[in-house]
């Protein structure tokens, strides 16, 4: 009898979770069982049928007794889930072969690059703030301004500039985010991508061990098994010297680390939010001068 193997468990636990949430009539099928299911969302023979797999193999993709799936089966899987492009490519992720190395390599430290500092540096001055976040969602570099309408990360221990372990463990987050609930659900999907791009990082599985077992919100939301790629989109933020505001932010790929994500965020010309912002530049400015040298020379992430 086939076992459950450790590399297919991610999978398959990414494709039950998926198959919960996509009900009958949103897949575009009649339930004939007149509303009376023992499940939630699509059963196994559903999806399959949907998939143009057989219920068999479905079955075992499912329950991790198959490593991986050729390319065509994971596409016909995901539109059959009304996957999002995110998504699609996570279950690539998981479900492409896989081949250890012989030895566990410790990933190499993550440096930002000159010419990345000089555009946060830029982006300070046109009043916008900006930061990197690289692996795991470890807080690379920001401008000040980032600084003052997020949290002064540079201030911490270089092991605990992580934008997940302020979200989940740091009181001030959930007074800072006016919507806490979202940005933490998005948070631990970003974690998930990561995850998945990432499955052999001891410093993700240690992070992912610390937030278990602290945060109770980060336990539920990581074992919806979600992912979230972010690109565009707005943050509504409660600041304690400014207010209320929003912002835009776009996520750009600085260099050719491409686990590297540069955030920059901007509000809108006349807006509230843009005084609100120009207030809490201006005040940065003003208290900028002291330490910018130390600023610039932040202890590299793994």
Request: glycine letters at 6%; a positive charge.
């Amino acid at each position: 009898m086939d076992r459950e193997h450790p590399d297919s468990a991610p999978m398959a636990e990414f494709l039950r979770s998926a198959r919960s949430r996509l009900t009958p009539r949103e897949a575009g099928l009649d339930d004939p069982g007149g509303g009376r299911r023992r499940v939630s969302g699509l059963r196994r023979e559903e999806l399959a049928r949907l998939a143009g797999v057989s219920v068999d193999y479905y079955t075992r993709l499912e329950q991790g007794r198959s490593r991986s799936a050729s390319a065509e089966v994971l596409d016909a899987l995901a539109t059959a889930l009304h996957l999002d492009d995110a998504e699609r490519s996570h279950l690539h992720t998981l479900g492409r072969p896989r081949s250890r190395p012989a030895r566990r390599r410790r990933p190499r430290p993550q440096q930002v690059h000159r010419a990345t500092w000089d555009l946060l540096d830029a982006l300070q001055q046109t009043c916008r703030p900006a930061f990197v976040l690289g692996r795991r969602l470890d807080v690379l570099a920001h401008n000040q301004l980032a600084g003052r309408l997020i949290t002064e990360f540079r201030a911490l221990p270089a092991a605990e500039r992580n934008q997940a372990r302020f979200v989940f463990l740091d009181p001030h987050a959930r007074e800072l985010y006016r919507d806490w609930a979202r940005v933490a659900a998005d948070t631990a999907a970003m974690l998930r991508l990561d995850a998945g791009r990432h499955p052999d990082d001891p410093g993700l599985s240690a992070l992912v061990g610390e937030l278990s077992i602290r945060s109770e919100e980060f336990r539920r939301f990581w074992s919806d098994h979600k992912v979230h790629r972010r690109t565009t989109g707005t943050k509504d933020y409660h600041h304690p010297l400014v207010g209320d505001l929003t912002v835009t932010y776009q996520a750009l790929t600085p260099g050719d680390d491409l686990d590297q994500t540069l955030f920059v965020y901007a509000t809108e010309p006349g807006s509230p939010s843009e005084t609100s912002l120009r207030l809490l530049s201006q005040w940065t400015n003003a208290t900028a001068h002291t330490g910018a040298a130390a600023a610039k020379s932040p202890a590299p992430h793994d």
